[in-house]
């Protein structure tokens, strides 16, 4: 393992500290959720659950995306290290892997059209990983390109 890899107690703390975050900020919603952390692939996970509709609103890919940006800050601050952790609300994850392997698909359809690569729009670091894995699955090769907001995924055949 990279010495700069976080360990999986460092992880398991950053965990516990975004749950301590994320239930203060779930109490002043005045919105129930369940808990779950996890450590997978070298990152913290915490999803949110709950057996109503009380997430739906929170469960929107930019909502879930800001809540774990401030979410990442507020475990930097209690820290002091860099956080990677990845925030799930409502299976927003799940939802969003869909509808990026749903791009993917329409990107291979054009290049089996003869088109020699297929450009996906501009999204986050973690969707683009999720991209490039849908790819390899699919035998297939991608790259990211641009930078910051712009940085986005180019699809070829392998």
Do not use: C, W
């Not at 950053?14 to 005045?30: Q, S």
């Not at 940006?69 to 601050?77: D, F, K, N, P």
């Amino acid at each position: 393992m990279n010495s700069d890899e976080p360990t999986v107690e460092q992880l398991e703390r950053e965990g516990d500290v975004a749950a301590d975050f994320l239930e203060g900020f779930l109490d002043i919603a005045d919105v129930d959720g369940d808990l779950e952390l996890d450590v997978r692939h070298g990152r913290a996970y915490v999803s949110v659950e709950s057996d109503d509709d009380s997430l739906k609103k929170l469960a929107h890919p930019d909502t879930v995306q800001a809540l774990q940006e401030i979410t990442r800050l507020a475990v930097q601050r209690e820290t002091g290290e860099f956080s990677r952790l990845i925030l799930d609300v409502a299976g927003s994850r799940d939802a969003r892997k869909d509808q990026l392997s749903v791009l993917v698909e329409q990107a291979i359809s054009r290049l089996e059209d003869g088109a020699t690569q297929a450009s996906l729009p501009a999204m986050t670091s973690y969707e683009r990983k999720i991209i490039h894995d849908i790819v390899a699955e699919r035998g297939y090769v991608s790259e990211s390109y641009g930078e910051r907001d712009d940085r986005h995924t180019v699809v070829r055949k392998a």
